[in-house]
């Protein structure tokens, strides 16, 4: 997507180019996109504004999926892209800017275009830029330096996105991003949250890490894990279960419930206490419905995140035990968070970080009291866990708006 922003945020002009996944691995077509949008947005802007004088072109900012040196001007690991080495991009755009025909002829009232430096190409990590959007002109909207000197935004999606803004002390309202010495500050999805044989493996090669289980994808983990290890209980004769164990864990509704284990929610799936309505009911579910069940596993994705959701609403046994235990893995997450970084709120976005339903009481718990219930003293109740009020532009918008905060 390609915006053109003004200061307060607003999109003046923006466009969706087709890009489809099977071209990341292309640097140069990925590259010809980039010029392509910007000559769009350049041509929609040049073609609309009648007052030329009050426009003034600043620079262009990226927002990319991974690592970057915004010094530099280089991209250095875009995993998803397959762009594992260094490359010049804000060098490479400014030439091909420089040396467009479009960029010469629709020059909005501004030299800018006829020599573009570097400088005037600003790029961070996409997450990054989609936290600055909301810092400053979603929910951090109006917030002080003094009411909220600390900003954490995640994004729960496949991954788990984020960045930690500070805002600047020296009263001009300002707020800039703590990149952390290499620019690698804010990758909060990789910090290990999990271990043993509950913890997911993640693609970056270790196990347990935050983004498996508690991005709006690990729900759809949780729920394809719980059917399996219930699965695996009913296929094994020789599994034992403590009984007694399991009815005292399924009768315990009330909110000194911290911990489900994925075993022990397996094993009340089997033995028949399943939850109605986020509280314990036995309700055998017999093997054939689990079987059932089974024949649902389905891809892990946000589309099936969503599925999980809308079963939990309907009160769905196996649906409910995932949505515990993916809220108790969420909350032990951002608790760590609150014991690095002591930040004044923590935003959530996303689909599944906009939904109600994650800030509902489940079990007698909201998502902030399971979280304030895993924090220390001191920084109990000081930070709020809310809903990012942004949509899916906000990512466009940081990025347009890191041209105002650091050209
Ligand atoms: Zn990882």
Not at 18 to 23: G, Q, Y
Request: charged fraction near 20%; proline fraction near 3%.
């Amino acid at each position: 997507m390609a915006v053109v922003c003004d200061r307060c945020g607003d999109i003046l002009f923006s466009s969706n180019s087709a890009f489809m996944p099977d071209m990341r691995s292309d640097k140069d077509r990925v590259i010809g996109l980039l010029v392509k949008s910007v000559e769009v947005m350049i041509v929609k802007a040049s073609s609309s504004i009648t007052d030329k004088d009050e426009f003034e072109l600043l620079g262009v900012g990226v927002g990319v999926p991974g690592n970057v040196d915004p010094i530099k001007g280089t991209t250095r690991y875009l995993p998803n892209f397959g762009w594992l080495d260094e490359v010049p991009l804000s060098r490479i755009l400014k030439d091909a800017l420089n040396r467009s025909d479009v960029c010469r002829e629709y020059n909005c009232g501004t030299n800018l275009l006829k020599n573009l430096e570097t400088k005037n190409i600003q790029m961070r990590n996409d997450g990054r830029c989609a936290a600055l959007a909301e810092r400053s002109f979603g929910y951090g909207k109006g917030l002080s330096s003094e009411e909220c000197p600390v900003f954490c935004m995640l994004t729960l999606g496949t991954g788990i996105g984020g960045a930690l803004i500070c805002s600047k002390q020296d009263g001009s309202g300002g707020n800039i991003l703590f990149d952390g010495c290499t620019y690698d500050a804010g990758d909060f999805g990789h910090h290990v949250m999990c271990s043993g044989e509950e913890a997911f493996p993640c693609v970056c090669g270790k196990r347990g890490c935050f983004e498996q289980h508690a991005s709006a994808a690990g729900l759809a983990r949780h729920y394809n894990s719980l059917l399996e290890a219930a699965y695996i209980h009913l296929s094994n004769d020789s599994a034992h279960y403590d009984q007694s164990a399991v009815a005292e864990f399924a009768s315990s509704t009330t909110g000194s419930l911290h911990k489900i284990t994925r075993k022990m929610a397996a094993s009340c799936i089997v033995l028949g206490y399943t939850p109605e309505g986020g509280r314990f009911k036995k309700a055998p579910l017999t093997r054939e419905e689990i079987e059932v069940y089974m024949q649902s596993l389905s891809p892990i994705s946000l589309d099936n995140a969503k599925v999980v959701v809308d079963l939990v609403k309907d009160d769905d046994p196996v649906a409910t035990l995932s949505w515990l235990a993916y809220l108790e893995d969420l909350s032990t997450g951002l608790a760590n968070l609150i014991s690095f970084y002591n930040p004044s709120v923590i935003v959530l976005g996303g689909g599944l970080g906009k939904s109600k339903e994650l800030y509902a009481e489940w079990m007698g718990l909201t998502l902030q009291q399971r979280v304030d219930a895993k924090t220390l003293p001191a920084t109990r109740k000081v930070c709020s866990i809310v809903a990012s009020t942004m949509g899916g532009t906000a990512g466009a918008i940081g990025a347009a708006n890191l041209v105002h905060a650091y050209a």
